[in-house]
């Protein structure tokens, strides 16, 4: 009987899977009996055969016994009635064929009465003439003559070998009737039936000796069967074992499950029972990978095949990766259904394929982070990776560019980019390399080559700048040929300059003494010329003056007096004229010695203003000044007046009736910003770079009107210069003008260069005391 148990399951220190399951328990004497049993039939078999060939021997003797005896007492009966039938005639002679009529019962009996003289007086049938006494017929041995019928039936045989039942009895009067049988009629009934028995005796020992050699047969071919069986498990368990596979055999009916021994060998558990409780099992699936009620559902739903990776805990408390791969299969016993299939431990395949994945995803970020355009396609022409770059060559979107896709329907959903030109091909036939020039001018460099599966990888690099370093390697190349010729036809050329420039030089030395000469000459010729011009002028200028105000008296018509204003004014523009030309010859041959010292920047701007005030109020032009206080400029008293004055004079003098002129001064680190702004007309942009200049006039309709040597500018420019700071000019027609004014402020540094610089040359001004000569005195004659 069954025993109902609880089925647990649970990992010892000693890697035991315990499961107990309701199972029948074999005994282990049935076992033995079993094993006895296989010989024991056999033996049983052999024994009853041969009991039954003894039963239907005995059998068959017996029949035969009984017949004889039979025959015997019908024998001695029949003889006895002959006897008595003889008496009845009181010696006299009787019928034998009446008393042994023919019939079948008696075939082959034979009747004889003898004399007294012991010899035969009739025999039915009859005998031969020859046989003429009863021991002729039955042999010289025979006893019944002299026992009669106190010998009964008596089984004798005969001279010529046939068996015979012969009885005498004695008549009144000294004869005897003998009756003789012959045996062979008598069995011809027994030899059938026992011919019969032999027949079913043998027949029956026929099936009895099959149903042996069958039994034995199967015996050892289930033997066989159970060894095969054994190696085939053996074989079994050592490929699974080998393979780190496991069998599953889960009988969903019974709810319980089988498992093979590399099944427990491959989780680290010891088998104790043949059967796991399903729950048990369910137990040890993480909680993650589903569990077994959800397969069982699926089964239930007519799912036939099983494919599912899942992880199962060890006896180690570790997980192991497990893919189960299984079929429902219908049992031919009973009707249930089992799920029956292998698991394989795939913890390695597992964590190869991780290993694949972040190598794969490092590659695709190595893919994608070089510059070159990237495409590999597998041997069926699929696309199995490429990077932005090539998408964005062939116009493709990410969804354009799966992996898996056929070249053609990629390249269909894209636009192949525009060639120019190609270059020749170079490799073999398994890689090919060629350069390409696309319609916006980029030079690409595609290589294509043959993978070991039969796809092909294809790289394009953007050759561009390589390509125009080629080709201005090729210029350079090609200029450096040219300037190589050049040079040689230069050597020659400077070979014959050589000398012509010696000749010059000498020539140029000679030059260069005529023009110091003439320049020295200028110098005293503009110095003479001042001289001799401002002595004139100063007399024109203070004449016209007098005659203007009428100092010594009226001059009569009042138009002399506009005349002598006109001598005045002339004359004054044309010392001024002379005072700048000076200035700036001074300024060219570097003659003017500033001496920079820190001043006030209002005070610089309200003396430059004050200067050119009257002139302002005239035209009706407001002056605005913001100066910050606090500001100071490093700048020499005379220059930077006559900085302000030429830029204030220009702007005032270029400013509109009604205009505005704007003064600001700001501090910039260690330099200060002047800005000058006006509203005046402004000065085409092609004419700024000339300001500046000397004797350089922006001649238009509007300022062709107003009088000027054109060197307030450039002696502004060249005095700012000499300060160690600079003059700019941004101006606009119809807008205005804005000169930038840019000079060093007064920093300690800067002062005490200063200060050096003053004494180096004071010192350099004192005069050198002579020693006095010793000698003998002489006379002041």
Not at 340 to 368: F, H, K, P, W, Y
């Amino acid at each position: 009987m069954p025993e109902a148990v609880s089925a647990s399951l649970s990992a010892r220190a000693d890697s035991t899977l315990s499961a107990v399951w309701p199972v029948r328990s074999r005994d282990p004497r049935l076992q033995r009996a079993e094993r006895w049993l296989r010989y024991a039939v056999p033996g049983a078999l052999s024994i009853f055969l041969a009991c039954l060939v003894a039963l239907a021997a005995i059998h068959i003797r017996g029949q035969r016994a009984e017949i004889i005896a039979g025959a015997e007492a019908e024998v001695e009966s029949f003889a006895r009635l002959a006897a008595h039938a003889l008496r009845a005639t009181e010696g006299g002679r009787i019928d034998l064929h009446a008393l042994l009529p023919e019939d079948g019962r008696h075939l082959g009996r034979r009747l004889l009465v003898l004399s007294a003289d012991a010899r035969i007086a009739q025999a039915h049938p009859p005998l031969p003439a020859e046989i003429a006494t009863l021991p002729d017929i039955l042999g010289p041995s025979e006893p019944l003559s002299a026992l009669g019928e106190r010998a009964g039936a008596v089984l004798l045989d005969l001279p010529g070998g046939e068996r015979v039942l012969a009885a005498v009895h004695h008549l009144p009067g000294g004869g005897q009737v003998a009756v003789m049988q012959p045996v062979d009629p008598l069995m011809v009934g027994w030899g059938a039936r026992t011919r019969d028995q032999i027949v079913l005796v043998g027949a029956a020992i026929l099936v009895i000796v099959g149903v042996g050699v069958a039994y034995g047969l199967q015996t050892r071919q289930a033997t066989l069967a159970d060894r095969a069986c054994e190696q085939i498990r053996l074989r079994l368990e050592t490929a699974l074992r080998r393979s780190d596979c496991g069998l599953w055999d889960w009988d969903i009916a019974r709810g319980r499950i089988y498992w093979s021994d590399s099944m427990y060998t491959l989780l680290g558990y010891r088998r104790e029972q043949p059967y796991l409780a399903f729950g048990t099992v369910n137990a040890l699936v993480h909680p993650d990978d589903g569990d077994l009620y959800s397969l069982a559902r699926a089964v239930a739903a007519n799912q036939t095949h099983v494919d599912h990776a899942f992880r199962v805990r060890g006896a180690d408390g570790a997980y192991v990766w497990l893919r189960a791969r299984a079929e429902v299969v219908a049992d031919g016993f009973d009707g249930g259904r089992h799920l029956v299939g292998i698991a394989v431990d795939i913890s390695q395949q597992r964590a190869l394929e991780e290993t694949n994945a972040a190598a794969d995803m490092r590659l695709r970020d190595a893919v994608e982070a070089i510059s070159e355009a990237f495409v590999l396609w597998d041997q069926g022409n699929r696309l199995v990776l490429c990077n932005s770059k090539f998408r964005h060559l062939h116009a493709l979107s990410a969804e354009d560019a799966q992996p898996g896709r056929r070249y053609i329907d990629i390249m269909s959903r894209g636009a192949l980019p525009q060639i120019r030109r190609e270059t020749p091909e170079i490799g073999m036939a398994t890689a090919r390399t060629f350069e390409a020039e696309l319609a916006d001018g980029r030079w690409l460099q595609i290589s294509e080559r043959r993978t070991r599966d039969g796809g092909y990888v294809s790289v394009g690099t953007d050759i561009t700048s390589l390509k125009r370093q080629q080709e201005q390697l090729v210029a350079s190349e090609r200029e450096l040929i040219e300037t190589v010729t050049d040079l040689k036809r230069s050597r020659r050329t400077l070979e014959v300059q050589t000398q012509q420039l010696a000749d010059l030089a000498e020539r140029y030395l000679d030059q260069k003494a005529v023009a110091e000469s003439a320049n020295q000459s200028k110098s005293e010729f503009l110095a003479n010329m001042s001289h001799e011009l401002r002595t004139p002028l100063n007399a024109i200028i203070g004449f016209a003056d007098v005659m203007e105000n009428e100092v010594l008296g009226p001059i009569g018509t009042p138009r002399y007096g506009e005349y002598a204003r006109d001598i005045r004014l002339s004359g004054g523009h044309l010392l001024t004229m002379i005072d700048d030309i000076l200035d700036m010859a001074r300024l060219e041959a570097r003659r003017v010695r500033l001496q920079p010292r820190a001043l006030p920047a209002d005070k610089a701007v309200d003396d430059a203003i004050e200067a050119v005030s009257a002139e302002a109020a005239r035209k009706d032009v407001r002056i605005h000044v913001d100066v910050r206080p606090g500001v100071d400029l490093l700048a020499d008293v005379r220059g930077i007046h006559r900085i302000l004055l030429g830029i204030l004079e220009n702007a005032v003098k270029f400013t509109e009736a009604g205009g505005r002129v704007e003064v600001r001064v700001r501090r910039a680190g260690e330099h200060v910003h002047v800005f000058v702004a006006d509203s005046g007309m402004g000065i085409p942009r092609a004419a700024l770079p000339r300001l500046g200049q000397p004797f350089t006039k922006v001649e238009t309709q509007i300022t062709s009107r107003h009088k000027g040597s054109g060197l307030g500018l450039a002696i502004a420019r060249s005095t700012a210069e000499l300060h160690g700071g600079a003059l700019r000019i941004r101006s606009e027609e119809n807008v205005g003008t804005i000169v930038l004014l840019r000079l060093p402020g007064p920093t300690r540094q800067r002062l005490e260069k200063i200060a050096e610089a003053a004494d180096r040359h004071a010192a350099s001004l004192r005069p050198v005391p002579v020693p006095a000569k010793v000698g003998p005195r002489r006379s002041a004659a």
